[in-house]
Structures are given as C-alpha cells and as structure tokens.
C-alpha cells in the first residue's frame, strides 16, 4: 500500500523557517495523475491547504501562504519537503502530507480527492 510519513523538528522559534519531509513508499511521486500535498490543522481550527506539487515538479500555493511556502522534491529519495519562512506561534499546528488523485468522470469532468494521508507531526512555535 501507498505510505507517507512526515518527518522535521517538533518545535521552531519564531521567525525562523520551518522544514517538514514527506517520504512516500509504494507509490512514485512522479507517477501521472497524482499531485502531492501539505495540509495542516491548529489547534481547534479546521484543515487548511498550504500547497501542493505535481509530478512535473510545477507547484500551487494557497495564496494566503503563497509568499512563505515553498515546496519542492527529491525525486532520487521520494521525498517532498515544505518550507514555511518566518513561522509565528500562529503556525503551530498538526501538519499533514497527503496524496491527491486526479479522477476522470463519465462525463470526462476531472476531480480530486485525498486518497492517502500521512499520520501528522505535531509542530510547536515558541522560544
């Protein structure tokens, strides 16, 4: 089965720059038709997309987030990392990585769903 797990510190201070890992087995983060993603959950709040990137490697930002997201990958590991920058204790969440499908309807409409997720890892921001 399809696996990924995250990987990173459990704490960063503010202002600095947070850096998860996401490794993948059992699936190639350059197979067609999969993009790869970074969600998060804070605590009491809801999930949000940060972003996500193909497996061309072209990336998308949610734009709240755009200006300090990053993603990028290591084909050679099949790994993809995410850069937040200058993290407040705003940032301190559950952060997920997560597979999402590209489906194509009867009606030749294309859809998306998250069909695999990692466990979470939990980041604190404090000094």
């Known amino acids: 089965q399809v696996q990924l797990q995250e990987s990173g510190p459990g704490q960063v201070k503010p202002s600095q720059t947070l850096s998860l890992t996401c490794t993948v087995s059992g699936a190639s983060i350059t197979a067609y038709f999969y993009y790869w993603s970074w969600i998060r959950q804070p605590p009491g709040k809801g999930l949000e997309w940060i972003g996500r990137?193909?497996?061309?490697?072209?990336?998308y930002y949610n734009p709240s987030l755009k200006s300090r997201t990053s993603i990028s990958r290591d084909t050679s590991r099949n790994q993809f990392t995410l850069q937040l920058r200058s993290v407040t204790p705003e940032d301190a969440a559950v952060y997920y990585c997560?597979?999402?499908?590209?489906?194509?309807?009867?009606?030749?409409?294309?859809?998306?769903?998250?069909?695999?997720w990692g466990q979470g890892t939990q980041v604190s921001v404090s000094s």
């Open positions: 990137i193909a497996d061309s490697g072209s990336t």
């Open positions: 997560a597979r999402v499908a590209l489906l194509q309807t009867a009606t030749g409409v294309t859809t998306t769903f998250f069909d695999y």
